[in-house]
């Protein structure tokens, strides 16, 4: 029995691989040269570039089962407990730390002593919390509230809902607090911050991306006798199934389409399309990187959080990235980044030098090597209420066509562990399909 995949991805990858442990035989086309999909590095000026920042968490148990699988999770360091410092231009930097207690108390010493809100919002924020702690993501009718509706109503000022919520919610779904969509903003914070006490802990990639996903990823596959076709356009799908690549048909008894959904939408034939077809509602939301190389060491945190700033995350490269003469390498990572997305590189760096030199007083004697910019312009589907209702199952109409992906519906946000997810979804139906199959 053959499977063909098309898309490269974590989502493509991880059905590969899934089903190859099922000695199922797997072509994995990829119209790109390399496999990692929106996780990937490449070279400037000696550095080794991601293309954007990731990290995951201690929750997101099947990325780490593929890392595992690709044995590359010795290449991500993890926290040994939840701890985020949070700049703040003109005052001390606050934290957040997780004490030594059980779930769901072990953030709330950390939100007591949180300096950036007074202690009303505090008190506001805690119930909040466990207001937020009774929802259940499930339920429908969350999709269609954004959560600073939902959080405002709840007490959570605008700055609450920025210098708090935005920190976990922002940051996740790719989407400002009061855009976001409700259902999948109660499952960030449910299974991160009020699961495990240990569910948050974050953990940053050691090596770069290219290292840690598509080149592994390329042996392992290799390796278990399957085939990679890299910088192979894919021209349709039809229902036999069969894929055109190059020109040429591609029969198999069963298509993963591991594609973001315009591609799919695009390439499926009709009769695996759902009707309404609703998956343009899905749109994208971008993500914008600031890289910035300083001439000498400026923050001595791995990665800081920052509030009353445009900067949001920022991110300590130099070793990952391999720079060598004493300087510091730093990446501003910023998420729902509409309004950055078509600034000029040197309007960029006129905007977010000053504000890191602001937040990190270091930077202020440094000098600047250099600045760079990477962008993606479709880095996630639009997360606002409403986006829950496009989202599509693995199966399609069609028999032996399926979809993979971290748009479709995986109860995740659109992130590496809901991309992984929705591979192990399709690899699990497919071979449900190839029963059926070798049954007749």
């Known amino acids: 029995m053959s499977v063909v995949i098309v898309g490269g991805g974590l989502a493509g990858i991880s059905a590969a691989i899934a089903l190859q442990e ?11 040269p390399w496999l990692g999909g929106a996780t990937h590095s490449f070279h400037r000026d000696g550095l080794s570039v991601d293309n954007g920042q990731h990290v995951s968490l201690r929750c997101c148990t099947a990325y780490q089962g593929l890392l595992r699988r690709l044995r590359t ?22 934290r957040l730390r997780r004490a030594p207690l059980p779930s769901p108390l072990h953030l709330l010493p950390a939100l007591a002593r949180y300096a950036p809100l007074s202690m009303g919002d505090r ?10 702690r009774r929802l259940d993501p499930r339920d429908a009718a969350l999709d269609e509230i954004s959560a600073g509706t939902w959080l405002a109503g709840r007490g959570q000022r605008p700055w609450a809902r920025e210098a708090l919520w935005g920190l976990f919610i922002t940051a996740a779904l790719n989407a400002e607090v009061d855009d976001a969509a409700l259902g999948l903003s109660a499952m960030v914070c449910r299974r991160a911050l009020f699961g495990r006490a240990d569910a948050a802990d974050i953990g940053v990639p ?16 290799e390796e278990a006798g399957g085939t990679v076709r890299l910088k ?41 399309l759902p009707d309404p077809l609703r998956w343009h509602e899905l749109d994208a939301s971008p993500i914008v990187n600031v890289h910035v190389v300083f001439d000498r060491p ?17 991110f300590d490269r130099t070793a990952v990235s391999g720079l060598d ?45 250099d600045v760079f910019v990477t962008r993606e312009r479709r880095a996630t589907f639009r997360q606002r209420p409403g986006s829950g209702a496009a989202r599509p199952g693995a199966a399609t109409r069609a028999p032996g066509l399926f979809l993979a992906g ?7 946000p659109d992130t590496m562990e809901g991309a992984v997810r929705s591979g192990l979804t399709a690899a699990r139906l497919v071979r449900r399909h190839l029963e059926g199959v070798r049954d007749r």
């Open 22 to 32: 099922s000695d199922v035989q797997v072509t994995l086309v990829e119209a790109r």
């Open 73 to 94: 999770d010795r290449f991500v360091d993890v926290q040994d407990r939840f701890d985020v410092t949070v700049l703040r231009p003109g005052a001390a930097p606050a």
């Open 123 to 132: 008190l506001r924020a805690a119930r909040a919390s466990a207001a937020l």
């Open 206 to 221: 050691a090596v770069p991306l290219a290292e840690l996903h598509g080149g592994p990823a390329l042996r392992r596959i």
């Open 232 to 272: 192979a356009k894919v021209e349709a799908v039809t229902t036999d199934p069969k894929v055109v690549v190059d020109g040429t048909p591609m029969a198999a008894d069963a298509v993963v389409m591991a594609v973001p959904h315009e591609a799919a939408a695009r390439l499926l034939p009709a009769e695996a």
């Open 298 to 314: 400026v923050m001595d945190l791995p990665f800081a959080a920052a509030v009353g700033s445009p900067v949001q995350w920022v």
């Open 325 to 369: 003469g004493g300087g510091q390498y730093l990446a501003v990572s910023l998420s729902a980044a509409d309004r950055w997305i078509d600034v000029p590189t040197a309007d960029l760096r006129a905007r977010f030098v000053p504000e890191l030199r602001r937040l990190l007083p270091a930077a202020r004697r440094a000098g600047v090597r």
């Open 406 to 412: 971290a748009w479709t519906d995986t109860g995740w």
